[in-house]
């Protein structure tokens, strides 16, 4: 069946560190793939989303890239701060289907 | 608030209870899931609505978890029997359509004793 491995935390890093959090997948046909994050005490919301191979989703300074050929959507940024301090959930949605299929997501602490 | 939702946020019951949780979902939203999250997990799907109607409840573990949604708005996720391993949170989430963008309750934390 579809499944999502990414990398488990915790991480804890500094205050403008390079972020990178892997993320590969496994699914039939051509799934849409997303990033969420909960925040502490808040809902999980979309961090950012591509749909087919080699789109780039973006936001908030974070970037994913949809690589088809080694099935993976790792999340990166360049300089993290405090407020990303969050649990950030690799999904994918295979084509067909309503159901999201989400990895075990990963715990990020960014000190100052 | 104009977001998804849920109550109640915490719930404790003991083993054999009965549990309903609810889920108010953005208006307008025609699409409502149910995903359950357990301890250092991701969250699991359970059931999508589609109007009235569950187009999919594939997710349903057994018989013991049923969900409803009569008016095609507000929905119910009924647990039956509760058992300790039904402890996790419990999310909904709402979207415009089925291809749109989830938004999130905060969830109900469900604790059986």
């Known amino acids: 069946g579809d499944s999502v491995t990414q990398m488990e935390g915790p991480v804890t890093l500094s205050e403008e560190a390079f972020l990178t959090i892997n993320c590969t997948y496994t699914?039939?046909?051509?799934?849409?793939l997303f990033w969420y994050v909960q925040y502490p005490g808040e809902g999980l919301q979309l961090l950012l989303k591509?749909?087919?191979?080699?789109d780039k989703g973006s936001n908030k300074g974070f970037e994913a890239t949809y690589r088809k050929e080694t099935t993976s959507f790792h999340l990166e940024k360049g300089s993290v701060q405090v407020s990303d301090s969050a649990v950030y959930f690799c999904a994918l949605r295979a084509g067909g289907s309503e159901k999201l299929v989400f990895g075990k997501g990963m715990k990020l602490t960014v000190n100052p | 608030g104009a977001g998804v939702s849920q109550t109640p946020s915490n719930k404790v019951t003991e083993k054999g209870k009965y549990v309903e949780l609810r889920c108010d979902p953005i208006s307008g939203h025609t699409a409502l899931y149910w995903y359950r999250q357990s301890l250092g997990q991701g969250p699991e799907f359970l059931i999508y609505?589609?109007?009235?109607?569950?187009?999919?409840d594939s997710g349903l573990p057994n018989d013991r978890f049923f969900a409803v949604r009569p008016e095609g708005s507000v929905s119910t996720l009924k647990i039956q029997r509760t058992e300790r391993g039904d402890s996790a949170v419990y999310l909904c989430?709402?979207?415009?359509?089925?291809?749109?963008?989830?938004?999130f309750g905060e969830g109900s934390r469900l604790t059986v004793l």
């Open positions: 591509a749909t087919k191979a080699d």
């Open positions: 699914a039939t046909g051509y799934p849409s």
């Open positions: 989430a709402s979207s415009v359509d089925p291809t749109g963008e989830l938004f």
């Open positions: 609505f589609q109007g009235t109607g569950a187009a999919d």
